[in-house]
């Protein structure tokens, strides 16, 4: 589902225990808007704002962020997610361990 075909001015939303697969939240603005404990499948953000969203108990398997503000955002409990800190905004962004461990895929480094 294409949701940037959207008018988000007067549109507002939110996701808890839900499945969203190969669905486009680009070029939105989704400020404040809950994504808690959902299967969020092969879904585009990019060049959308997420300040201070909720990702919480999420798994993000394929997800797509790209110049997105993840601004108060939280990944806390969030599994699969594939950020890359240089092409996103982020600002007090909230993560778990171990999985905040992938932000740092996009380097040739090794951890032990």
């Known amino acids: 589902m294409d949701f940037s075909k959207c008018n988000d001015f007067i549109l507002a939303f939110g996701f808890e225990d839900s499945f969203l697969s ?3 939240f680009s070029d939105m603005n989704l400020e404040n808007t809950d994504f808690t404990n ?3 499948y092969d879904c585009d953000f990019v060049n959308t ?4 969203a909720n990702f919480e108990n999420s798994d993000l398997k394929n997800s797509l962020f790209k110049k997105a503000n993840l601004s108060f955002t939280s990944f806390k409990n969030a599994k699969n997610y594939d950020i890359n800190p240089n092409e996103n905004f982020l600002k007090k962004t909230v ?3 171990p999985e905040v461990i992938s932000l740092l895929d996009i380097y040739d480094i090794v951890l032990e």
């Open 22 to 24: 190969l669905s486009v």
């Open 38 to 40: 959902c299967q969020i």
């Open 49 to 52: 704002n997420l300040t201070n």
């Open 95 to 97: 993560f778990s361990i």
